[in-house]
């Protein structure tokens, strides 16, 4: 069905000026917010009570950098935990053994249900509990035992705090992760005689990674921040260092300021970081260094037919 | 090995001997009693409508189902059972994972890996599980892509291939084990019209060179001109079989007329 246009062959329209669509409403809302943030940058500047001169002297001050040096190894090694921890409880919950998915469930319950404040508080006091701490096996011979006191220093306990605390929810990201796998990948490695070992360590894990790391990136930013709970237990991290400053001096909003930037500084660092881990696991996604092909055809529909 | 090499009599001289394997999901008995009997060298299409259990039968043979009953000898091995002192013993799946390196498998859906180039596709395995150096591999590979016609496709990635290439590769990942049998699930139902051709190129020329192979299709035309038998599967269960000559032209149960006479 070709219609006639009407075309007015006087009109030559290859030579026609195009006036592009104006975009009044854009242009009202980004005026208004720059005159917004100028006006607080003007008084952040302005302010004397910010004190500036304060933040730059206390930027680099050697209680703040050895409290950002506990911060950053605390939030890694918390992340690390986390991340070994999510990725056995994950694997529990895809087992088809009942009663390893009822415990990994029953984790994510616990740690997912209780604030992670409330956590830490219970694993600092956990010679409370547990005076004794001794290794060895149930009804059975002791391999020693130890002071819960001088065990459980703050130190294990924001360890354990947050790393018990992240696995819950990494393991999460790491199900999820396995879960978009498509079948037939397992079937396929399967099909060529691979030990589910290397079916899990060669094809299954390598494609979750593009699903797990993004929302593990944030994990780790989020991490990061959250180290600042652990000052209630008065671990010396970045946030306690500024605090045990400003309790002596007063100049608790420069020190938060000083604390701020050091925060920011690190989410910059990580999520610059993060960029480049996302670009190496999506490799495979890039058409660039592809020969120019055919059409795309979804390669893992599962359609299957009995 | 040893004990497994014992069962049916004459379980030595065929690639595959079936005798009434059974196979339920939940409440449905897809496989009601399968026997099947295929000699090695030969090419045996497997026919019917869908849901009549050909490819669950099919991926019984390489343990990726559970058979409920019956018997399931694959190159002369109980699949998924180790014979010891008058008991079958379900195996380990390191074991399973041993005897299936020796059956090569291509998917309806092709299943390449998408996270490796289509070289690293072929070579995982026979570096990973067979132990070959990676040159020996590689040499392999590049050997194979030649055969199907993909020589310059060895640093693609999967997705920028047509379906037909991906199979072929996908044809080329299983022969690099060097497999005694071939199980093919439909494999050019996936693909657009214009693509069938060259897969099946590719598997008549397989055929050509002895391999035996099973293959679960829809294609009639190959099933008359390469196979050396064709099975006809319905309900469950074979329902006729015989070699393609006779199996078109002299079909006898009605349920395959009924199904030829749609699809011809």
């Known amino acids: 069905m070709t219609q006639v246009l009407n075309w007015p062959a006087s009109h030559d329209v290859e030579k026609m000026p195009v006036v592009p669509l104006k975009y009044y409403g854009r242009w009202i809302a980004a005026a208004v917010l720059l005159i917004v943030i100028g006006g607080l940058v003007t008084s952040m500047i302005t302010n004397p009570r910010f004190k500036w001169e304060i933040v730059a002297q206390y930027l680099f001050n050697e209680e703040i950098l050895s409290g950002l040096l506990a911060t950053i190894w605390l939030t890694l090694a918390a992340m690390a935990i986390g991340i070994v921890l999510g990725t056995g409880i994950a694997l529990m919950r895809i087992s088809e053994n009942r009663v390893l998915t009822s415990i990994a469930s029953g984790y994510l319950w616990l740690f997912r249900g209780t604030p992670l404040l409330v956590q830490l508080i219970f694993w600092y006091n956990l010679s409370a509990l547990y005076p004794q701490i001794t290794v060895g096996f149930p009804f059975g011979p002791s391999l020693g035992s130890f002071d819960a006191n001088r065990f459980i220093t703050v130190y294990v306990a924001a360890l354990l705090g947050l790393g018990l605390n992240e696995g819950a929810y990494m393991s999460e990201i790491v199900r999820s992760g396995l879960n978009s796998v498509p079948v037939g990948q397992r079937e396929a490695a399967e099909a060529l005689g691979m030990s589910r070992f290397r079916v899990m360590a060669r094809i299954i894990l390598p494609q979750a990674m593009r699903v797990i790391i993004p929302p593990t990136g944030n994990q780790l930013i989020g991490m990061l921040k959250t180290t600042s709970l652990v000052s209630v237990i008065a671990m010396q991290e970045l946030l306690y260092s500024a605090q045990l400053i400003y309790t002596a001096n007063f100049q608790t909003i420069p020190l938060l300021i000083v604390a701020s930037i050091w925060y920011l500084a690190l989410t910059t660092v990580l999520s610059i970081g993060q960029y480049f881990v996302e670009r190496h696991f999506g490799k495979s996604d890039r058409r660039s260094d592809a020969t120019p092909q055919a059409e795309v055809e979804d390669p893992n529909h599962s359609a299957r037919s009995a | ?264």
């Open chain 2, 1 to 264: 090995m040893l004990s497994s090499q014992s069962g049916a009599p004459g379980s030595q001289e065929f690639a595959v001997i079936a005798r009434g394997v059974e196979k339920s999901f939940g409440a449905l008995k897809v496989l009601q009693g399968v026997d099947l009997t295929v000699g090695y060298g030969k090419v045996a299409c497997i026919l019917g409508p869908s849901g009549s259990g050909k490819s669950t039968f099919l991926r019984c043979m390489n343990h990726l189902e559970r058979i409920d009953k019956g018997f399931l000898h694959v190159g002369g091995k109980l699949v998924g059972y180790r014979e010891h002192a008058g008991k079958l013993y379900e195996m380990r799946p390191n074991e399973v994972a041993r005897q299936r390196a020796d059956i090569g498998m291509v998917f309806q859906s092709f299943n390449l890996f998408p996270h490796m180039t289509v070289l690293q596709n072929i070579i995982e395995a026979p570096i990973g599980v067979k132990k070959l150096s990676k040159a020996e591999a590689i040499e392999d590979a590049r050997r194979l892509l030649a055969k199907v016609g993909l020589t310059d496709k060895a640093d693609a990635y999967p997705r920028t291939l047509s379906g037909g290439q991906q199979q072929r590769v996908a044809i080329a990942r299983a022969l690099a084990m060097r497999p005694k049998l071939m199980l093919f699930d439909e494999p050019t139902s996936a693909l657009d019209p214009e693509l069938v051709g060259e897969v099946l190129t590719v598997m008549r020329d397989l055929a050509a060179e002895g391999m035996t192979m099973i293959v679960v299709t829809h294609e009639l035309g190959f099933a008359r001109e390469v196979g050396d038998m064709v099975v006809f599967m319905d309900g469950g269960v074979v329902v006729e079989q015989g070699s393609p000559s006779e199996l078109f032209t002299n079909t006898k149960t009605g349920r395959a007329k009924a199904f030829l006479s749609k699809v011809l």
